[in-house]
């Protein structure tokens, strides 16, 4: 029975998963980005959030399906965004903005506590014409409270389409 030192130890781990063909990324793809495989990049094109049997991320996440080429999210923006809000797990939509019109807008400013906080830091840093996953972790969203068709402490994921920037 031969004895290796630590050092040696962790080099035949690394090795041996190098050899394996492991991937590291692959491994610790985020949530956000694992939603945004299934998302179209078409901005004419409804989203529809796909279910997970993954856990629930534990802090926000975003990832960009489309990224946007016009002017920058910042807070104190007033921005228009075209959205569709579902649920992590069954990935049910509870609210969309295209329910209402292909055309419909919802318009905010950004830090001004007009939503709830994962949304706007989840717009924050888009540039018009993106589209990008936020994956909101409840205490993001809206807690321990019951809001309308949303219970409490669910996770929530929108796919956000950035239309306007303003100010």
């Not at 001004?112 to 014409?129: P, R």
Request: aromatic share 4%; glycine share 12%; net charge negative.
């Amino acid at each position: 029975m031969s004895r290796r030192t630590v050092p040696g130890a962790i080099l035949a781990l690394t090795l041996a998963l190098s050899a394996c063909g492991g991937n590291e990324d692959a491994a610790t793809s985020s949530v956000a980005e694992q939603v945004a495989e299934e998302i179209p990049a078409d901005l004419t094109e409804v989203p529809d959030v796909p279910e997970s049997d993954a856990p629930a991320p534990t802090e926000l996440e975003v990832q960009d399906v489309v990224v946007g080429d016009g002017e920058k999210a910042v807070e104190g923006s007033s921005v228009a965004v075209k959205y569709v809000g579902a649920f992590y797990e069954s990935g049910e939509e509870f609210d969309s903005s295209w329910s209402r019109g292909a055309d419909e807008t919802l318009p905010v400013t950004l830090g001004a506590g007009q939503v709830i906080e994962g949304f706007d830091q989840g717009i924050t840093g888009m540039q018009v014409g993106g589209r990008r996953v936020v994956v909101i972790p409840s205490e993001l969203g809206y807690g321990d409270q019951d809001r309308g068709p949303i219970p409490a402490g669910s996770t929530l994921v929108f796919v956000i389409d950035l239309v306007e920037v303003t100010g």
